[in-house]
């Protein structure tokens, strides 16, 4: 499992650390103070893969298109 933080972690390496993380909390054979550990951490790689796919999300719903379905550009995204 990497050590690397979070925030510095693309998408695909967040979503890999969790999936081990997943499963060595899965096992059960990880020792409480680990799991607790563990817990806490796939918790701040949860929250991070969530933002990155609601910033893809709002920028692949910013991209208009022309009467041909030709890309035009993008809008800004105003966040709420």
Do not use: W
Not at 6 to 18: H, I, K, N, Q, R
Not at 64 to 70: E, F, H, Q
Request: aromatic residues 2%; hydrophobic residues 35%.
């Amino acid at each position: 499992m990497s050590d690397k933080p979070v925030s510095d972690m693309s998408f695909e390496e967040a979503m890999g650390t969790l999936e081990t993380v997943v499963g060595k909390l899965e096992s059960g054979s990880v020792p409480l103070e680990e799991s607790i550990a563990l817990y806490q951490r796939g918790a701040e790689l949860k929250a991070h893969c969530e933002a990155k796919l609601k910033s893809a999300e709002e920028k692949v719903a910013k991209i208009t298109t022309d009467g041909n379905g030709n890309a035009t550009g993008t809008e800004p995204v105003e966040v709420s």
